[in-house]
C-alpha cells in the first residue's frame, strides 16, 4: 500500500524525530510513504484566529498538493480534525469544492490508519517505561476518534499504562488559548502533570504534537521528572 503524508508545522520545526518514526512505523507496517517535499501549514491556526483568507491560501496549496492523493496521513488529529470539519466553512460551492471533498474523504490521523484501516496494532516494539496517555480535544471533537492510541500502546512490550485521575480532559494548548489565557492553562496543564508524577508515570504520550509541546513547555520549565512522547515514538521503539 502506498500513502501520502502530511507533516504538522510543530513536527517541521521543532520535532522532526516524530516525522522519522512514523516513516519507520509505516514501514514496519509495510506502507510506501511518500512526502512532498513543498508542503507547509494547512491553516488551521489562521482559520482559528479569524484569518480566513490567509488560511483559504494555504488550504488550496494543501488542496492541490493532496486532493489526488489515495489516501493521505498525518501524525496528528489536529490537521485532518480541521480539514474534515472546516473546510466547507472555506470552500464549499468554490472552485476547489470537488477536490477539497476528495481531500476530506482520503486524509487520515496515523492511529486511525494503523488500527481501522490496516487492522493492525502490535508493531513489535519495546519501551519499558510508565507511561501516562493524554487525550487530544482535536482527536475527540474534531477528528472523532474512539480510544485507537490506547490500544496501541495497549500491545507494546514492557509498556505500562497509568490512568490520569480527576483531569478535564484538555491539555489547555487550544492554539492562542494558552497564550490569551495563561492562568487557566496554568491550572488545567497542571492538574495533568500532577496526576502524571502521582501515578509514578515517566512519559506523557499524545498522538497531537501540539499538546505535547504545550506538555513539553511547561514539563521544562517546572523542571518535572516527566519526558514526553508521540504515540509513533514507542511505536519504532526497539
Known amino acids: 500500500m502506498e500513502v501520502d503524508i502530511h507533516i504538522p508545522c510543530v513536527i517541521d520545526q521543532f520535532y522532526p524525530e516524530m516525522g522519522f518514526n512514523l516513516l519507520k512505523v509505516l514501514e514496519k507496517a509495510g506502507v510506501t510513504a511518500h512526502y512532498h517535499e513543498n508542503q507547509t501549514c494547512c491553516g488551521q491556526l489562521a482559520f482559528n484566529e479569524g484569518f480566513w483568507e490567509e488560511?483559504?491560501?494555504?488550504?488550496?496549496?494543501?488542496?492541490?498538493?493532496?486532493?489526488?492523493?489515495?489516501?493521505?496521513?498525518?501524525?496528528?488529529?489536529?490537521?485532518?480534525?480541521?480539514i474534515k470539519s472546516q473546510f466547507d466553512e472555506l470552500f464549499y460551492n468554490g472552485a476547489f469544492h470537488n477536490e477539497y471533498r476528495q481531500l476530506q474523504r482520503n486524509v487520515m490521523e496515523i492511529t486511525d490508519f494503523l488500527v481501522n484501516t490496516l487492522k493492525k496494532t502490535n508493531f513489535g516494539a519495546t519501551f519499558n517505561h510508565r507511561v501516562a496517555f493524554v487525550e487530544s480535544c482535536s482527536s475527540v471533537r474534531s477528528y472523532g476518534?474512539?480510544?485507537?492510541?490506547?490500544?496501541?500502546?495497549?500491545?507494546?512490550?514492557?509498556?505500562?499504562?497509568?490512568?490520569?485521575?480527576?483531569?478535564?480532559?484538555?491539555?489547555?494548548?487550544?492554539?492562542?488559548?494558552a497564550n490569551r489565557f495563561e492562568?487557566?492553562?496554568?491550572a488545567m496543564i497542571r492538574?495533568?502533570?500532577?496526576?502524571a508524577v502521582n501515578a509514578g508515570a515517566e512519559y506523557l504520550v499524545s498522538n497531537d504534537p501540539g499538546c505535547l509541546m504545550h506538555l513539553?513547555?511547561?514539563?521544562?520549565?517546572?523542571?518535572?521528572?516527566?519526558?514526553?512522547?508521540?504515540?509513533?515514538?514507542?511505536?519504532?521503539?526497539g
Do not use: W
Open 55 to 82: 488560511a483559504k491560501q494555504l488550504g488550496e496549496k494543501l488542496i492541490t498538493e493532496f486532493s489526488s492523493s489515495p489516501v493521505v496521513v498525518s501524525p496528528s488529529p489536529a490537521c485532518p480534525g480541521y
Open 183 to 186: 492562568p487557566i492553562a496554568v
Open 145 to 177: 476518534q474512539k480510544d485507537e492510541s490506547v490500544q496501541l500502546l495497549r500491545q507494546v512490550k514492557g509498556l505500562t499504562l497509568v490512568t490520569l485521575e480527576n483531569i478535564e480532559g484538555c491539555c489547555s494548548f487550544g492554539g492562542m488559548f
Open 191 to 195: 492538574q495533568i502533570t500532577d496526576s
Open 216 to 237: 513539553d513547555t511547561y514539563v521544562k520549565k517546572q523542571a518535572l521528572p516527566l519526558k514526553i512522547a508521540h504515540v509513533v515514538d514507542i511505536l519504532a521503539a
